[in-house]
């Protein structure tokens, strides 16, 4: 009973190094949510996905890109990393019910810092 | 547009003691409303929803929250606080218009022994 898997757990990076983080859900879930939480600022929204193959911008896309080839998967990429993405990462995944009236389920976060 | 406005940044309650975090949002049609809780190191967990009915809702841990269209308010409550309750706590709507959830900036609560 996995839930949402978010790897790696830590990471430090290189100002200009690229990574990918993984989100993988094992609920059978449509939708796929990548969040960043900063102090004082609560979650906000990078990219989202509302199927295989689809994505989209949230609020803060910028400097991030996103993929969603398979259902159960939804990866963020940092292509050339700079200190204000130093950040806790969390993905999150919902059942499409009839929209966003399922709550989301939560990963335990990515903790990314940015030298 | 869209918001969630959670007013106390931080609140500090004494256990045994009753407890109230505050959220209200903008929403034009009638909203999908979460609470979440979410402590330290982990990611977020459901403690209650509404979306129609009752507008007094359970949720676990003994919290609840009233829904209050004229008030555009969606608080929480719990009768009793314990030590393990020390956590941050996050308001939530969903936008059916964009299949996003919208969240308050959240409330830290600290409990004193």
């Known amino acids: 009973n996995a839930g949402v898997t978010q790897t790696p757990k830590f990471r430090v990076l290189k100002t200009g190094q690229s990574m990918t983080l993984l989100c993988a859900q094992d609920?059978?879930?449509?939708?796929m949510y990548w969040y960043r939480q900063d102090p004082g600022m609560g979650l906000r929204l990078i990219h989202y996905?509302?199927?295989?193959?689809?994505?989209a911008k949230g609020e803060v896309p910028d400097g991030y890109n996103v993929s969603r080839l398979k259902k159960q998967n939804f990866l963020l990429g940092l292509e050339s990393a700079a200190p204000s993405q130093t950040s806790v990462y969390f993905c999150?995944?919902?059942?499409?019910?009839?929209?966003?009236?399922?709550?989301?389920?939560f990963g335990d976060g990515t903790r990314l810092s940015i030298l | 547009a869209q918001s969630v406005t959670q007013p106390d940044i931080h609140i500090t309650v004494s256990e045994g003691a009753s407890l109230e975090l505050r959220c209200n949002y903008s929403?034009?049609?009638?909203?999908?409303l979460f609470w979440y809780v979410q402590s330290p190191g982990q990611g977020l967990q459901l403690l209650l929803k509404?979306?129609?009915?009752?507008?007094l809702v359970q949720g676990i841990k003994g919290f609840e929250a009233e829904f209050k269209r004229s008030q555009s308010s969606f608080n929480l409550r719990k009768p009793s606080v314990h030590w393990s309750d020390a956590a941050e706590y996050f308001c939530?709507?969903?936008?059916?218009?964009?299949?996003?959830?919208?969240f308050g900036t959240g409330t830290r609560l600290k409990v004193l022994a």
């Open positions: 999150a995944s919902s059942y499409e019910g009839r929209g966003v009236d399922q709550p989301q389920h």
């Open positions: 609920m059978n879930h449509e939708y």
């Open positions: 996905s509302v199927g295989e193959g689809t994505t």
């Open positions: 929403y034009g049609a009638t909203p999908y």
């Open positions: 509404y979306f129609s009915g009752d507008t």
């Open positions: 939530a709507v969903g936008d059916t218009g964009t299949y996003k959830y919208i």
